[in-house]
T-cell receptor, first 113, second 111 residues
Framework: DAGITQSPRHKVTETGTPVTLRCHQT?????MYWYRQDPGHGLRLIHYSYGVKDTDKGEVSDGYSVSRSKTEDFLLTLESATSSQTSVYFC????????????FGQGTRLTVV | GESVGLHLPTLSVQEGDNSIINCAYS??????FIWYKQESGKGPQFIIDIRSNMDKRQGQRVTVLLNKTVKHLSLQIAATQPGDSAVYFC??????????FGAGTRLFVKA
């Protein structure tokens, strides 16, 4: 999967707790993204990064924050998890921004109880 | 707002037949289109892409057709095999970081 590793792959957490998901790439791609995937919906962009320490919001960013301190790592934090954040989260990388091809990780299944 | 939709949530085909999966988009400024395949428990995997200056592109057993007049995109899979069973969805980019993903069509291949 294009040198993308997501961790953890599965997590169950309680409402109100903070959660951090990690995405690690070995492709040295400039752009990294976090998406969520829910039944009946297409992938929706949460946040993206266009370089180290350069991030911006996507269409469903409320309740999420991100950080990118190194080219290879992009962290997604749920500041206070809610049941509506139960989802499958995918990290993606690309060389050319979203006007070019993106490669996806295997996903993290997060359940908030 | 902008939307990307697929005509059928599921499609069932006989092994060896051709499959056609459709996608419609709303923004005429869309200029880059990708088809992804997603198997159960895995991330989306690139199949084929096409830019708006083309109307057809072929890969190995797959063809993407783009009709900008009616804002329609299709993925054709030739000689469908059991390994093609998956969810297929299109992604439509209108420039910059604005990419919209369809919800997907689940393809079932009958042996």
């Amino acid at each position: 999967d294009a040198g993308i590793t997501q961790s953890p792959r599965h997590k169950v957490t309680e409402t109100g707790t903070p959660v951090t998901l990690r995405c690690h790439q070995t492709e040295n791609h400039r752009y990294m993204y976090w998406y969520r995937q829910d039944p009946g919906h297409g992938l929706r962009l949460i946040h993206y990064s266009y370089g180290v320490k350069d991030t911006d919001k996507g269409e469903v960013s409320d309740g999420y924050s991100v950080s990118r301190s190194k080219t290879e790592d992009f962290l997604l934090t749920l500041e206070s998890a809610t049941s509506s954040q139960t989802s499958v989260y995918f990290c993606a990388i690309s060389e050319q921004g979203l006007s070019g091809l993106a490669f996806f990780g295997q996903g993290t299944r997060l359940t908030v109880v | 707002g902008e939307s990307v939709g697929l005509h059928l949530p599921t499609l069932s085909v006989q092994e060896g037949d051709n499959s056609i999966i459709n996608c419609a988009y709303s923004n005429s400024a869309s200029d880059y289109f990708i088809w992804y395949k997603q198997e159960s428990g895995k991330g989306p995997q690139f199949i084929i892409d096409i830019r708006s200056n083309m109307d057809k592109r072929q890969g190995q057993r797959v063809t993407v057709l783009l009709n900008k007049t009616v804002k329609h995109l299709s993925l054709q899979i030739a000689a469908t095999q059991p390994g093609d069973s998956a969810v297929y969805f299109c992604a439509v980019n209108t420039g910059g970081f604005k990419t919209i993903f369809g919800a997907g069509t689940r393809l079932f291949v009958k042996a």
